[in-house]
């Protein structure tokens, strides 16, 4: 296992909260620990995928609690090592280490992102704090430390080859900025602040959450929704059914500033009521108020950046990242301010003018800008997102343009495995395959918005390739797309769409990743030896996109008769698997398949509109 960081900290206590699912009563403290536990041995499952079927809400905290104290035990045997220190003695034990409290965090972590209830956001609560002190008590472990020091001063005369050198930076890097150089009286303080800060995060993201529950939007007549389809129509009706408001509609909040429906709602003081609700979501005076606590978190986190030797936050952040300064961060941002304002300027002209040529009577507002650029798109591009929307269908998407792109840039393939547990009944399992047939992992979605997830979309993985542990990648994407009525297909816009290709591109990454060491699997490493190879192009003949219900036409892709997309960095990535590459960037796909196939497959749609 990688050594835990002040990160993953974080993650197990500010993983998004909330819930509206029945759950077990709050209980004095955790169930005894036992080998009966889901998690008390890696899964038998196809790469140790998570036994949903036996994972019971109850069998998260007894299995953290154990795997932190067995972490410990496994590091303080590290640490009194009498041998010399050396980087088979030190830090691949320290990657070894941990298993138990890795195996059940990172389900849990999902679990109180993606599908929390009452019992798990007790569990959250109770330890975050438990587990800041247990990473602290790992990275400011003065012994420890000694001997991480020593391999990285004595690093080049070791032998070690690259990638062993690069793991032992960051393994130096990641006690230094946890505290493990500062004197006693100021690890003390700093151990104070990430025990606050984990509580305050945690409630953070508790009342984010509930308040984006709470801020959705009724309607209780069915005209103030002219302009949507009937698809959002009968999805926004069926929401308000889940919620017992039964001749209502309910529009719920996007993790966004911004919400989808403003683009196609005719009615400017529902768009109003929309965009107030989502922009003041947690700034209402209620128990779900966060201002004074994001006060707080930005005064704690600058403490602990001054403490750590940095003049603020920033600075601390950014000395790991590509940008190093924020003076550097700064002058980018900077940079685009003149072309960004102007462009915004002319675009609120175009805007303020079909308001006047409408006959408005009103100035541009922040609520109208998505409906009257939709009407601007549709004078001066004929494009229309409503009747793209057909063209999107959910599963079309996913399997004639995802996995179509992955197979012709990668050769990879997908079987549904219906016979994995998952953790609810919206969530999908795949089997990844690569050109030549073999296995090379599995792949989760879980893509339709519900009221006990985290708003956003994300990647991540239950369990990480690594070729130390013998583990291949199981890995997850979670989007919060509209769920249709029952009955109706799953109609997606183009933002969705991207958003679909961009989070796989991160599971890509995740699933073709070649790394030995856990600490540098993944996307978890912002610096890890990512092979970079120059750019070639590689062409995808794009599938004809098909109005849902409409079938594909005979004779597959080839036989559409568009043009090929040219997609660069296809054979680059190639060859770097075949060289064993430490790691797949994921930015190597992303920009491709967002910008050059969604810009050629939105211009066939256009183009076939106009025939």
Not at 26 to 49: D, E, H, I, K, M
């Amino acid at each position: 296992m990688r050594l835990p960081e002040r990160r993953f900290a974080l993650a197990l206590c500010a993983t998004l909260l909330g819930c509206n699912r029945a759950s077990t009563p709050a209980s004095a403290g955790p169930a005894p620990f036992t080998s009966a536990n889901p998690f008390a041995s890696a899964s038998p499952l196809l790469y140790q995928a998570p036994p949903f079927d036996r994972i019971h809400d109850a069998d998260y905290q007894p299995a953290i609690e154990e795997g932190m104290r067995r972490q410990l035990a496994e590091v303080a045997a590290i640490a009194s090592d009498t041998a010399a220190p050396g980087f088979d003695n030190t830090i691949v034990p320290l990657e070894r280490s941990g298993a138990l409290l890795t195996r059940a965090s990172k389900v849990f972590i999902a679990m109180t992102q993606a599908n929390t209830d009452d019992t798990l956001q007790r569990v959250q609560t109770e330890e975050a704090p438990r587990l800041a002190a247990h990473l602290d008590a790992i990275l400011m472990n003065d012994s420890l430390f000694r001997r991480v020091r020593s391999i990285y001063e004595r690093r080049a005369d070791l032998g070690l080859d690259s990638v062993q050198g690069f793991l032992v930076e960051r393994y130096y890097r990641d006690f230094v900025r946890a505290g493990a150089l500062l004197a006693e009286a100021d690890k003390a303080r700093l151990r104070a602040l990430n025990q606050e800060e984990s509580k305050l995060a945690t409630a953070f993201q508790n009342r984010l959450l509930a308040a984006t529950k709470a801020g959705a939007v009724v309607v209780g007549d069915k005209s103030e929704l002219d302009g949507l389809g009937d698809a959002e129509i009968a999805a926004a009706a069926e929401a308000a059914r889940e919620r017992k408001l039964d001749g209502k509609w309910l529009l719920p909040l996007q993790n966004t500033t911004q919400q989808p429906a403003q683009a196609s709602l005719k009615n400017r003081a529902l768009r109003q009521r929309l965009f107030i609700a989502s922009t003041t979501r947690t700034e209402r005076g209620d128990s779900n108020d966060t201002r004074d606590i994001v006060k707080r978190l930005a005064q704690l986190r600058a403490q602990r950046a001054q403490l750590l030797g940095y003049p603020s936050v920033a600075a601390f952040v950014l000395d790991d990242r590509m940008a190093k300064t924020p003076e550097a961060a700064i002058k980018l941002l900077s940079d685009l301010v003149p072309a960004a304002t102007a462009r915004a300027a002319r675009e609120a002209e175009k805007l303020q003018a079909k308001i006047n040529a409408q006959r408005g009577g009103f100035k541009l507002a922040p609520w109208d800008w998505q409906y009257y650029a939709e009407q601007v798109r549709k004078a001066e591009y004929a494009l229309d997102e409503s009747q793209l929307m057909p063209y999107f269908e959910l599963d079309r998407v996913l399997k004639d343009g995802v996995f179509f792109a992955a197979n012709r840039l990668y050769g990879l393939t997908f079987k549904q495995r219906t016979d994995l547990p998952v953790y609810h009944p919206d969530v999908r399992v795949f089997e990844v395959f690569d050109a030549d047939g073999t296995s090379l992992a599995l792949w989760y979605c879980d893509y339709f918005k519900r009221d006990n997830k985290g708003g956003g979309a994300w990647e991540d993985a239950f369990v990480d390739g690594s070729g130390l542990l013998g583990t291949k990648p199981v890995v997850f994407n979670v989007a919060n797309f509209t769920k249709p009525a029952p009955g109706q297909p799953a109609l997606l816009r183009f933002d969705d769409v991207k958003t679909m290709f961009h989070e796989f591109g991160h599971a890509l990454h995740a699933m073709l990743t070649r790394v030995e060491y856990p600490r540098l699997t993944g996307t978890q490493d912002q610096a890890s030896p990512h092979v970079r190879p120059g750019i070639r192009h590689h062409r995808v003949r794009s599938r004809r996109p098909a109005r849902h219900g409409m079938a594909q036409p005979a004779g597959g892709p080839a036989a559409t008769g568009y043009r090929g997309l040219r997609v660069p960095g296809a054979q680059a990535v190639r060859r770097g698997r075949a060289r064993g590459a430490a790691a797949l960037p994921h930015d190597l796909l992303l920009p491709h398949l967002e910008r050059r196939v969604l810009r050629r497959l939105l211009r066939v749609l256009v183009e076939r509109g106009a025939r």
